[in-house]
């Protein structure tokens, strides 16, 4: 899978969670709660959605590898590389 | 015979409209069922029959707004036959503009064709309202709601749905001029809690909450577990609170007219935050029987629903206490406006490394503060610490809970 596509899941699966948010007003590489303004349920609803769709654990302790958008993607790529 | 109200949904509702009637007369109802559907500032809410019978007939017609308390629908006990039906319920003191339930617009926007493309959920944001039958009838029936006209101004029913499926375009109804969901609820939440900080003294007790054994037990609860399976911190909240209340009766109950009657239940109100609209604490039932994980899926299920703007009635209205926890990017610490006629409203703030004195030396440990606003003229200060530290205490043995 290429690096774009990951970013794309991973932009599509927050708009579902935070519509109101533009991707383009968000600074990437801070912390994405804040940047999406997302509680503890949006996140936990957030990892569930990613790990379905890419078969993934995202173990709890991995959380924080997960702490920005930017991050975020990486991880995944990581992981399912 | 005995007739259905149009119920109070919360301390700040005078009236709401009756925009979907999910049963027909004729139809067998048991309590619980859900016979229609209300839309009030909170948006639209399922409303419950409270008995077993025969729904007789509806006194309301779709569109109608009615103030709280009058007769909606007639129901027969098992074996009745009809009476003659009371007259009509007089309109509501302030009535609002009311859009005929299905107008036809001079150009009826046809949905377009379904794209080929493999369908895709609707964007939360620009979805199409609709009453919470009609969507699970459009989930039967294959329907794919983003094909629905997003207007926001009028909300779709059954029969639109029922025409959608057998192929007829769905008429816009004409935009009527009407305030936002936003400021629905800001007025909702505006009336409840001036009417709060009006009628009741308020006072207020706070207490550091330690919380390295919660810490350190969702770490190793959630190790091993799916997210679908994973606690968070709500959960262990809400049972915290939920057992320490068995011996702490006075703050949970309501308080009506002068007369407070504790609930022998807890029907754990959570402050849920709906983004760009506001704030609602619906009510998770019989906290106090409930596991943490069984507690856990009724608050993932709950916060689901609110943010889908699905209510049931008896959530809003029948809360006995609040818990408001800002979770892990909010402020030190939180003291909440009492939602009448509840008589007490629990805060948990920001969980962050502080120094603590344990054993006589100052040590770097996760705490948070917790704070309790309680109704004084139902309980005192002493009672409310008291409280307070149960909770606390209960907290500090999270897997005895």
Redesign the interface.
């Known amino acids: 899978m290429t690096q774009d596509s990951f970013e794309t899941a991973l932009a599509e699966e927050l708009h579902r969670i935070a519509p109101d948010i533009e991707l383009d007003d968000v600074d990437m590489s801070a912390d994405l709660r804040e940047e999406f303004d997302i509680d503890s349920m949006d996140f936990l609803n957030l990892v569930t959605a990613l790990g379905k769709r890419f078969g993934l654990e995202m173990p709890e302790a991995d959380y924080a590898q997960m702490d920005s958008f930017d991050a975020l993607a990486g991880y995944l790529r990581a992981k399912s590389g | 015979m005995s007739l259905f109200l149009m119920p109070s949904l919360g301390a700040d509702m005078e009236a709401g409209t009756l925009v979907e009637q999910t049963m027909k007369p004729g139809d067998e109802v048991k309590r619980g069922d859900v016979i229609g559907a209300v839309e009030t500032q909170k948006g639209v809410i399922e409303i419950e029959v409270f008995e077993d019978g025969i729904l007789d007939s509806w006194l309301v017609e779709i569109g109608q707004t009615v103030p709280v308390g009058a007769p909606m629908a007639q129901i027969l006990k098992p074996g009745e036959t009809a009476a003659p039906a009371p007259a009509a319920p007089a309109p509501a003191p302030e009535p609002e503009p009311v859009p005929e339930p299905v107008v036809a617009a001079p150009t009826p926007a046809a949905p377009p064709p379904p794209a080929p493309a493999p369908a895709t959920?609707a964007?939360?944001?620009?979805r199409a309202r609709i009453t919470p039958a009609a969507r699970r009838l459009a989930a039967e029936k294959g329907i794919d709601l983003s094909q629905l006209p997003h207007d926001p101004n009028h909300v779709i029913g059954r029969a639109e749905v029922t025409a959608m499926a057998d192929g007829v375009a769905v008429p816009v109804a004409a935009p009527t001029p009407k305030p936002s969901a936003e400021s629905d609820m800001r007025s909702a939440i505006a009336a409840a809690m001036s009417r709060s900080k009006r009628e009741i003294p308020h006072y207020y007790l706070s207490q550091t909450l330690d919380l390295t054994a919660v810490d350190a037990f969702l770490?190793s609860a959630?190790?091993d577990?799916?997210?679908?399976d994973?606690l968070?911190?709500?959960a262990i909240y809400g049972r915290a609170v939920a057992k320490a209340l068995k011996k702490y009766p006075e703050f949970n109950g309501h308080n009506v007219d002068g007369q407070f009657t504790p609930n022998p239940s807890v029907h754990l109100g959570v402050a849920i935050?709906i983004?760009?609209v506001g704030l609602v604490a619906p009510a998770l039932f019989d906290a106090q029987d409930q596991s943490l994980d069984d507690l856990m899926a009724a608050?993932?299920d709950l916060?689901?629903r609110v943010r889908e703007g699905r209510f049931r009635a008896r959530e809003l209205s029948d809360a006995t206490i609040t818990l408001s926890s800002l979770?892990?990017?909010g402020v030190d610490q939180l003291y909440g406006v009492i939602y009448p006629p509840q008589v007490a409203i629990i805060g948990i703030g920001t969980p962050r490394l502080q120094p603590v004195v344990q054993d006589g030396a100052v040590t770097a440990r996760l705490a948070t503060t917790l704070t309790l606003s309680a109704d004084h003229r139902v309980s005192d200060g002493h009672r409310g610490a008291l409280f307070l530290r149960a909770i606390d205490k209960n907290l500090q043995k999270p897997e005895a809970l």
């Open positions: 959920k964007e939360p944001g620009t770490k959630n190790a577990r799916a997210p679908d994973r968070l911190h709500g935050n983004r760009s608050l993932r916060v689901g979770g892990d990017r």
